[in-house]
């Protein structure tokens, strides 16, 4: 009786120690997400600042007004603003009719 008291302890045990690590587990594969999601926002922010830089040097404008044309660029073509931004930086600048 002893034995069987002692084999169910030790599964109990096992059991619990598999849930925290099942806990840690998932926890870890959150992070991981988190992260990953913060450095694709960090990108997205670098090639923006890059391709905002160009327009400024090319066409004379401030940041903010090289921003607002990335992002009507970005919308008139339906791409995002982090594809417009890679395309300015493709072509070293960016000739826009309106402009």
Known sequence: MINLMRKQAKL???KLKLTVNIE???RNQAIARDVE???SS???RNIVNRA???LVKSSGISEMQALCRIQVLGYDKGVSIRDMAQEILRSGQYRDASA
């Open 12 to 14: 109990d045990i096992l």
């Open 24 to 26: 840690k587990y998932r």
């Open 37 to 39: 999601r913060m450095n």
């Open 42 to 44: 960090q990108t997205t």
């Open 52 to 54: 905002k830089e160009v």
